[in-house]
């Protein structure tokens, strides 16, 4: 288990719990299950009130946990039938964005989304979830694809930001995200987008630009990152805490602002804690969200699309 | 300060005499003007307000070090005469230059509901908006208008940059809409120059929603078969970029703007190397597939008249100096009289300026 800053004292009650299980295994004279279970108690207590409070900086710490359930995980979860399509047809396939058909509860989807990758190997061959214009372009592809064979899209979204590289800017980063956003907003099928992790600005817009859009409960939406925010406004990137609560990047707010449709709910200590349960909330929230726009054709997909964004925002906080 | 002389007291003197007389000169023309008055004394306000500190009179050339008389520059459309470097230029100069006579009438922006987020960082941004409101003498970072170029109607958007960096808020967003919501109801063309350091981050989220919002809007005109012109100019970065101001049916630039999504410094931060000649400059990306044209400022009018007008089906621009419109006549004389005040006693400045720079 990888223990972020502020689990340092639950990482210590657990790791004595453990300690003291295994001095019960290697002498069976030892009787310390009674003691470890008070530890097991202390260390549940602690989660409850670490992860009942949890500031938005800290929230930004749990949405980019490296354990944290990646795009890869759901689509071997709670999809079937997952038919990766490779490519932009002009340039390359961009690792950084996963896509294809798929099917969700037996009804054929295309699913879109970005992956940071598991392991080193995995999140260099990812770059980290920071896509491409390729990664846009292929997006855009399945988009299309999508609309014309009337399956429904379904985007997962989980990237720090598109990739800021020389080869990107001069591949026209900017127009890639541009159009997948168009696009986004002009397909005549539903698009149901779910922020698994870390919506970093652009890049995530790209992709997120729904009838319908749900996060995790301790994932995060923003124009910038904490970090990057703080050295700007503050001068000082090591205050990215206010940064973070300034900014109101938290599902919470976003949902208060009316940028975001649905929260879903994270288990005790985040998703990763456990991961068959974040599963199931999504795929039954992804079903949901797939069951609100039920019987809506082209027309009224895409007019509601247009709408709700031209709305959004109207009202600030008091929404 | 140790150039602050009295010669400067005098030059702050000259230039408030040239902003008292012709206001004098307006008021003699007695009641029938009190209107035109009411409507033209900001503008003169503004051309005279920009001439009041010495340092204004003349600007050097951030490209070339060139001193620049203000007015020659201005003349010029802020593009220096020696070298050609285009230096900024705020909405309302560039409207006062694109319009014929001048002449344009701003289209109502709904203004949002102000500080979203109630975000706080070492200011509050209440107080940062009324710092840029005043410094500008605008009320956002965008303005809005109708009127004709070259008699051909338009619609046109300008980002201003020197408000917050251009960047782009509710506000913005709730202008582009308004533009293409305009061009749709009367059957006009929207053109719109983009500049912006990126997006409004006291704005949070909010300010991330004008890129569908305003996609929102670029797809609306193109519902209405009209033509989005976009004129990038320096600098157009962030999520500016990756929404508006790439959108358009046909994408020109000034020379030389700063054209990206992330900026050099984060990219040179990212890869560790050096970064070619003229990286993300609008030449670059022209050679890169990015862009119709570079154009520059001095000649975008013409050029934005000849493409709208083919892709309006509409007969081919009249060359030469076309008669100003009707209505221009009622008010041009007295701002032009007001001007040629003001430049009268610019010439005997000059050496005493040139001595201050010393
Ligand atoms: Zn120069």
Redesign the interface.
């Known amino acids: 288990m990888n223990y972020l800053d502020f689990e340092k004292p639950l990482a210590e009650l657990e790791g004595k719990a453990e300690e003291l299980r295994a001095i019960a295994r290697a002498n069976e004279e030892a009787h310390v299950e009674d003691e470890a279970a008070a530890l097991d108690q202390k260390a549940a207590d602690l989660l409850v009130e670490l992860y009942g409070s949890l500031t938005p900086w800290r929230k930004c710490q749990v949405a980019r946990h490296p354990e944290r359930p990646h795009c890869s995980d759901y689509l071997s979860n709670i999809f079937t039938d997952y038919t990766p399509l490779a490519g932009d047809r002009g340039f390359a396939d961009d690792h950084a964005v996963m896509g294809g058909l798929a099917r969700f509860k037996d009804r054929p989807v295309v699913v879109i989304g970005q992956d940071k990758g598991n392991d080193t190997a995995t999140r260099i061959e990812r770059n980290f979830g920071m896509a491409r214009p390729e990664g846009y372009r292929k997006a855009i592809r399945l988009m299309e694809m999508a609309s014309k064979f009337n399956l429904p899209v379904v985007t997962l979204v989980d990237t720090p930001g598109?990739y800021?590289?020389?080869g990107?800017?001069?591949?026209?980063?900017?127009?890639a995200?541009?159009?997948s956003?168009?696009m986004?907003?002009?397909i005549g099928v539903p698009l149901v987008s779910v922020i698994i992790g870390e919506g970093g600005?652009?890049g995530a817009?790209?992709f997120a630009?729904g009838n319908k859009l749900a996060m995790l409960e301790h994932s995060v939406?923003?124009?910038?990152s904490p970090e990057g925010?703080a050295s700007?406004?503050?001068k000082d990137s090591d205050k990215m805490r206010?940064?973070a609560e300034?900014?109101?990047?938290t599902a919470q707010d976003?949902q208060k602002?009316g940028?975001v449709d649905r929260i879903v709910d994270e288990p005790l200590g985040g998703a990763h804690r456990d991961r068959a349960a974040t599963m199931d909330s999504v795929s039954n929230t992804i079903a949901a969200m797939l069951d609100d726009l039920q019987g809506m054709d082209a027309a009224a997909l895409i007019k509601a699309r247009?709408e709700k964004?031209?709305a959004?925002?109207?009202?600030?906080?008091?929404a | 300060m140790a150039c602050c002389t009295p010669r400067i007291a005098a030059l702050i003197a000259i230039g408030a005499k040239g902003l008292y007389l012709p206001l004098k000169e307006l008021r003699r023309k007695g009641t029938a003007m009190n209107w035109i008055s009411n409507y033209v004394r900001p503008r003169i306000n503004s051309i005279f307000s920009r001439r009041e500190t010495p340092e204004n009179l003349w600007s050097k050339c951030d490209e070339c070090g060139t001193m620049l008389f203000h007015r020659e520059l201005s003349g010029n459309l802020n593009v220096c005469t020696s070298c050609g470097h285009h230096m900024a230029i705020t909405a309302r100069d560039r409207f006062e230059a694109l319009f014929d006579g001048g002449i344009f009438t701003e289209v109502d922006v709904p203004q949002?509901?102000a500080?979203?987020?109630?975000?706080?960082?070492?200011k509050k941004y209440p107080d940062r908006m009324k710092a840029a409101q005043k410094d500008t003498g605008e009320k956002e970072a965008m303005l809005v208008a109708e009127g004709e170029i070259g008699r051909t109607p338009i619609i046109a958007a300008c980002q201003d940059f020197s408000f917050m960096a251009g960047s782009m808020g509710?506000y913005v967003g709730n202008a582009i809409?308004a533009a293409a919501q305009r061009a749709v109801d009367t059957g006009k063309p929207l053109v719109l120059f983009s500049a912006a350091g990126g997006?409004r981050?006291q704005?949070?989220?909010?300010?991330?929603?004008q890129?569908?919002?305003t996609?929102?809007a670029?797809?609306m005109l193109k519902e209405a078969g009209l033509p989005y012109i976009v004129v990038l100019t320096h600098p157009t970065t962030?999520?500016v970029?990756?929404?508006?101001?790439?959108?358009g049916d046909v994408q020109i630039a000034e020379p030389n703007a700063l054209?990206?999504?992330?900026g050099p410094r984060?990219?040179a931060q990212?890869?560790g190397e050096k970064?070619?000649e003229g990286?993300?400059r609008a030449e670059y990306l022209l050679e890169?597939?990015?862009l119709d044209r570079v154009t520059k400022r001095t000649e975008m009018k013409a050029e934005l008249v000849q493409i709208i007008r083919m892709l309006m089906h509409m007969p081919p621009p009249v060359m030469g100096d076309l008669p100003k419109p009707d209505s221009a006549e009622l008010i041009e004389p007295d701002v032009e009289a007001a001007d040629t005040d003001a430049s009268d006693g610019e010439p005997a400045d000059t050496s005493k300026a040139e001595d201050v720079k010393e």
Do not use: N
């Open positions: 598109a800021p590289g020389k990107a800017e001069e591949r026209g980063q900017s127009e995200i541009a159009r956003t168009e986004c907003l002009q600005s652009g817009v790209a630009t939406y923003s124009v910038i925010c700007i406004l503050w206010e940064a300034a900014l109101r990047l976003l602002l940028v247009r964004f031209l959004m925002g109207s009202k600030g906080l008091a | 949002p509901v500080d979203p987020l109630q975000f706080k960082d070492q509710m809409i997006a981050m704005e949070g989220i909010l300010s991330l929603m890129m569908p919002r996609t929102v670029v797809q962030g999520g970029t990756a929404s508006y101001a790439m959108l054209i990206c999504f992330a984060v990219i990212t890869i970064l070619p990286f993300q890169h597939g990015m």
